[in-house]
């Protein structure tokens, strides 16, 4: 029922992990493309050609391979088979999402998108003759997050990324916002523009590494792209960095006024920025804040509430509007 209702809502690709679904999925839908998803841990040239073989127009290759085997699979796969690499986002402590841990403990299927992370969990060690008694793993009092992987980032080297054969570049969005969706696509559609604009001469544009940075992440590493050792973790420190806050919407924008959607505290005279669905960022403060009467107010406290903030640059609707914490 599910792929029938996909094939109907005129999606262009399934992504699939299991070779029942798969098969199925040719039967049911054989006009839509199959993709085979990261999770079935595709690190060689032979399980990428066998997948091409059995259907795939694109593999989804596991998050632990190199550049060098990225390069090595495209030279040696069918040319007509798409290679798509994850650039940015969380890293599983698991192979290629495979994690149990979330299911066992929290009864949220990592493996059906309901993965609860506890891997960023912060855990103590417990004898088994004295209860109660929780002992630090590590040697910080901080404490110990032992199986808290870094976040991918490879916005500095998405050259290197296509020229070894990346076809499609995967940003992880599972259980995130639309903001950070919004932030992070925005963020890597202009360090591939540079890319394709000067492909001998790239270099990462300072305003893509800055908007990587309004968005709450972990810290960063190019994870497995230059070998295991370049995969970090941080044992000492748990949770995200969070230096910006998603605050509203823009509905529509005429003469000078943005008409928004509450989505934080926004305050008269808070320094603001918006980014445009185009990419670029409008910096201002606004100077009053009407609500949906057009009485005046300080603040917006209420939840999805509609106020009108001036503006003198044009912003387009579906602009986000953020804020400094």
């Known amino acids: 029922a599910a792929i029938e209702a996909a094939r109907a809502a005129g999606v262009d690709a399934l992504i699939v992990a299991d070779l029942g679904v798969l098969r199925m999925a040719q039967k049911l839908a054989p006009g ?10 595709i690190t060689n040239y032979a ?10 127009a694109r593999v989804v290759l ?50 059906r998108g309901q993965c609860a992370q506890p891997c960023r969990w912060k855990y103590q060690l417990v004898e ?5 008694q929780y002992m630090e793993i590590g040697q910080t009092p901080e404490g110990s997050y032992i199986l ?20 499609s570049l995967k940003i992880e969005g599972r259980a995130k916002t639309c903001y950070y969706v919004a932030s992070t696509t925005s963020a890597y ?12 001469n790239f270099e990462c544009p300072v305003r893509v590494l800055d908007e990587l940075t309004r968005t709450s992440h972990r810290h960063y590493s190019p994870g497995f792209f230059f070998g295991p050792e370049h995969a970090r973790q941080h044992p000492a420190q748990g949770g995200y960095i969070r230096e910006w806050e998603f605050v509203g919407t823009v509905d529509s924008w005429q003469d000078g006024v943005a008409h928004c959607t509450q989505r934080g505290k926004v305050a008269v005279g808070q320094p ?9 960022v409008a910096v201002f403060a606004p100077a009053w804040i009407r609500n949906e009467r057009g009485e005046e107010v300080e603040a917006t406290p209420h939840a999805l509430m509609k106020y009108t903030i001036p503006c003198e640059t044009p912003l387009p609707a579906h602009s986000l509007l953020r804020r400094r914490l």
């Open 148 to 167: 808290n992987a870094d976040d991918l980032c490879m916005a500095p080297f998405i050259d290197l990324v296509c020229q070894a054969g990346a076809d």
């Open 32 to 41: 839509v493309e199959l993709h085979c998803s990261t999770q079935m841990g």
């Open 47 to 56: 399980a990428a050609t066998a997948a091409y073989e059995l259907g795939a």
């Open 62 to 111: 596991a998050r632990e391979l190199s550049l060098e085997d990225i390069a090595e699979i495209r030279a040696k796969t069918p040319p007509a088979l798409q290679l798509e690499v994850f650039v940015h986002g969380a890293m599983c402590m698991s192979v290629s999402g495979r994690c149990l841990l979330s299911q066992y403990l929290a009864g949220r299927d990592a493996n």
């Open 128 to 132: 088994e003759k004295r209860p109660g």
């Open 189 to 200: 559609r202009q360090a591939l523009d540079a890319f394709l604009a000067a492909p001998e």
């Open 272 to 280: 603001l920025e918006a980014l445009t669905p185009t990419g670029e």
